[in-house]
T-cell receptor, first 111, second 116 residues
Framework: GQNIDQPTEMTATEGAIVQINCTYQ??????LFWYQQHAGEAPTFLSY????GLEEKGRFSSFLSRSKGYSYLLLKELQMKDSASYLC????????????FGAGTTVTVRA | GAVVSQHPSWVICKSGTSVKIECRSL??????MFWYRQFPKQSLMLMAT?????????EQGVEKDKFLINHASLTLSTLTVTSAHPEDSSFYIC????????????FGPGTRLTVT
């Protein structure tokens, strides 16, 4: 089966940095995704990691350690619009591309 | 980037009726589409994988006779919720995979279903 864990909620101040951790135990691994989802909307793609290391994309960075079954999403220079749910998802099988999602982390940015 | 649309964006229906939701890939051909359901404050749960020209593959616990999936063309998949009940009220989201892209799935905007 697939088990993906991430914290339920996080709060941070505008301009600060927040790190959202995700640990996973899956029967296979073909990449880890981070999505942002605002209430009532569909998820939007943020990042994809399939090899160990850090991927940087503007204010957002994502890290992966396959040996530890661990990833984090780093949000820098937080803005009010970053208040959203952040979903960690794992693709377990190269052939079916199905995604298993964590429960999501609700990030609240305060002024 | 690739665009996936869903129709309708929201629907209210009476208990016992059926509702059809469409998912379209607008600028690419999708051999595989996925249907998810999301209850309030919960994450996305995969319901089924829709394969063009063949039967859908349902996840464990999803009733295939209640949630009918038809992937009739490379750009359209439909999900029909049959004999809907209030507990089927949820946010239904589809995604589509572009075979020309190595890994990314593109999500539709979602359909809010309310069964009264």
């Amino acid at each position: 089966g697939q088990n993906i864990d991430q914290p339920t909620e996080m709060t941070a101040t505008e301009g600060a940095i927040v790190q959202i951790n995700c640990t996973y135990q899956t029967s296979g691994f073909n990449g880890l995704f981070w999505y942002q989802q605002h209430a009532g909307e569909a998820p939007t793609f943020l990042s994809y990691n399939v090899l160990d290391g850090l991927e940087e994309k503007g204010r957002f960075s994502s890290f992966l350690s396959r040996s530890k079954g661990y990833s984090y999403l780093l949000l820098k220079e937080l803005q009010m619009k970053d208040s959203a749910s952040y979903l960690c998802a794992v693709s377990g099988d190269y052939n079916d591309y199905k995604l298993s999602f964590g429960a999501g982390t609700t990030v609240t940015v305060r002024a | 980037g690739a665009v996936v649309s869903q129709h309708p964006s929201w629907v209210i229906c009476k208990s016992g009726t059926s509702v059809k939701i469409e998912c379209r890939s607008l600028d690419f051909q999708a051999t595989t589409m996925f249907w998810y359901r999301q209850f309030p404050k919960q994450s996305l749960m995969l319901m089924a994988t829709s394969n063009e020209g063949s039967k859908a593959t349902y996840e464990q616990g999803v009733e295939k006779d209640k949630f009918l999936i038809n992937h009739a063309s490379l750009t359209l998949s439909t999900l029909t919720v049959t004999s809907a009940h209030p507990e089927d009220s949820s946010f239904y989201i589809c995604s589509a995979r572009d075979p020309g892209a190595s890994y990314e799935q593109y999500f539709g905007p979602g359909t809010r279903l309310t069964v009264t």
